[in-house]
């Protein structure tokens, strides 16, 4: 059985520090990629990040540019989302999700990210950013 469960959110104040983890079990983990995701009350769900061990690509979406790291310990099966200099727009439910194969997909020229195709999903934490 897939299981995948975050840990890590909790309240931290404007310019803090969080580190969500994914623990995953139940699939070989260098198969798949791992996403991170977000959802602010009243939004729509926003894919923020993605790694995939088996070939070493990343992403990361423009919103956490520079603030976000993505990594994984593919001993333990786990990957992290180290958030620093948090802002109050970061409030949200955080989600991990698995998708079989690649973080990032070539056109043959380029390369892009398709964050619809995840199957399997965390039960998410909460993250909550104060001013």
């Known amino acids: 059985e897939v299981q995948l469960v975050e840990s890590g959110g909790g309240l931290v104040q404007a310019g803090g520090s969080l580190r969500l983890s994914c623990a995953a079990s139940?699939?070989?983990?260098?198969?798949?990629?791992i996403g991170w995701f977000r959802q602010a009350p009243g939004k729509e769900r926003e894919g923020i990040s993605c790694i995939s061990s088996g070939n070493g690509n990343l992403y990361y979406a423009d919103s956490v540019k520079g603030r976000f790291t993505i990594s994984s310990d593919n001993a333990k099966n786990t990957v992290y989302l180290q958030m620093n200099n948090l802002k109050p727009e970061d409030t949200a439910v955080y989600y991990c999700a698995a998708d079989w194969g690649s973080c990032l997909w070539s056109t043959g020229t380029t390369y892009y990210v398709d964050f619809e195709g995840y199957d399997y999903w965390g039960q998410g934490t909460q993250v909550t950013v104060s001013s």
């Open positions: 139940g699939f070989t983990f260098d198969d798949y990629a």
